[in-house]
Nanobody, 129 residues
C-alpha cells in the first residue's frame, strides 16, 4: 500500500511562488512514475489536469504547456518526497492540487500513464490578482 501526503498549499498574490510537497510512504523504490495534477474550482475529477509528471529513478519530467517554464517538478529519492516548485503564479493556477503515484515502473515514459493507482488527499492553492 502506498500513501501520499501533500503539503505547502497556501493563498498567494499573483506573481508569487509556492512549493508543494508530497511525502510518499510504502514500497520503498525509485521505480515510480509520480505526478502533480490540479482540479479547478467547479470542475469534476474527470477534468483534473495533468500538469507535471516525473520518473523518480531518472528525474525525466514532462510538463503541460500551461505550466512549462513556471513550474518545476522534482523528486528526492532519499526522502521519497515529490516537489512542485511554482513561480509566476496567476489566478488561473487556483485549484486543488493532487499528487499521484504509480509504482513498479521500469520506463521513463510517465507522460503516457492513463490511470494512476495512488492519490493524495489534495491541497488548495489560491492565487489572487
Amino acid at each position: 500500500q502506498v500513501q501520499l501526503f501533500e503539503s505547502g498549499g497556501d493563498s498567494v498574490q499573483a506573481g508569487g511562488s509556492l512549493r508543494l510537497s508530497c511525502a510518499r510512504r510504502g514500497y520503498e523504490s525509485d521505480r515510480y512514475c509520480m505526478g502533480w495534477f490540479r482540479q479547478a474550482p467547479g470542475k469534476g475529477r474527470e477534468d483534473r489536469e495533468t500538469i507535471a509528471v516525473i520518473y523518480a529513478s531518472t528525474g525525466f519530467a514532462y510538463y503541460a504547456d500551461s505550466v512549462k517554464g513556471r513550474f518545476n517538478i522534482s523528486h528526492d529519492n532519499i526522502e521519497n518526497t515529490l516537489f512542485l516548485q511554482m513561480t509566476s503564479l496567476n489566478p488561473e493556477d487556483t485549484a486543488k492540487y493532487y499528487c499521484a503515484a504509480n509504482p513498479f515502473r521500469w520506463s521513463s515514459a510517465c507522460r503516457l500513464e492513463t490511470t494512476w493507482d495512488y492519490w493524495g488527499q489534495g491541497i488548495q492553492v489560491t492565487v489572487s490578482s
